[in-house]
Every structure is written in structure tokens, then in C-alpha cells.
């Protein structure tokens, strides 16, 4: 069992940056991948980051080059750097644990999620 807590969300201006952090219980969290994903209101839940235990990353292309995930897995935590953040950036975030990495862009491949937090990005 996995219990995720995600923070870090907030208001911020057009180009501005936030840092999303996502806290793990369990002592198998080295042991999962883990991912972003993001859902506007009245739109599906889609895709942002991933990272499998070993340090390999995905992005969504709307996301790369502005956005890095990391992950330290001595404090169990899971890391969303958002940078150069747009309007359409904005969304409820959610972490999510992966046992198996095998489709790290779908979430219904992944097995705990957390509860999410609110980004605004204003124009």
C-alpha cells in the first residue's frame, strides 16, 4: 500500500514557476514508478511526467523543456519543477505510483494516486 500526498500548488502569473512535491508512505517507494497528470476542468486527465525507480523520465510534449520530474527516494518524495507555466497549464496535479512502468503515459496503468492540488496560472 502506497498513500501519496501532493503539495505545492498555487496562483502564479503567466511565465512564473512552481515547484509540485509529492510525499510517499511505504518503504517500497523506491521500488515504483511514479508519475504527474493533470485535469482541467471539464477534460480528461492526461499525461505530464513520469519516472521509472532508476531515474528515467517521460514528458508530455506539451510539458518538455519547461517541466522536470524527480524523484529522492531517501525522503520518499516525488518532485514536479514547473517552469515558463501558461494558462493552459492550469489544472488539478496528481501523483501516482507505477509498479510496473510498462505505459507510463496511461493512467490506468498506474495504482495509487494521490488526492491532487490546484495550479492557476493567470495570463
Known amino acids: 500500500q502506497v498513500q501519496l500526498v501532493e503539495s505545492g500548488g498555487g496562483l502564479v502569473q503567466a511565465g512564473g514557476s512552481l515547484r509540485l512535491s509529492c510525499a510517499a508512505s511505504g518503504r517500497t517507494f523506491s521500488s515504483y514508478a511514479m508519475g504527474w497528470f493533470r485535469q482541467a476542468p471539464g477534460k480528461e486527465r492526461k499525461f505530464v511526467a513520469a519516472?521509472?525507480?532508476?531515474?528515467?523520465?517521460y514528458y508530455a510534449d506539451s510539458v518538455k523543456g519547461r517541466f522536470t520530474i524527480s524523484r529522492d527516494n531517501g525522503k520518499n518524495m516525488v518532485y514536479l519543477q514547473m517552469k515558463s507555466l501558461k494558462p493552459e497549464d492550469t489544472a488539478v496535479y496528481y501523483c501516482?505510483?507505477?509498479?510496473?512502468?510498462?505505459?507510463?503515459?496511461?493512467?490506468?496503468?498506474?495504482?495509487?494516486w494521490g488526492q491532487g492540488t490546484q495550479v492557476t496560472v493567470s495570463s
Open positions: 519516472i521509472s525507480w532508476s531515474g528515467g523520465t
Open positions: 501516482a505510483a507505477d509498479r510496473t512502468f510498462l505505459r507510463p503515459t496511461i493512467d490506468g496503468e498506474y495504482d495509487y
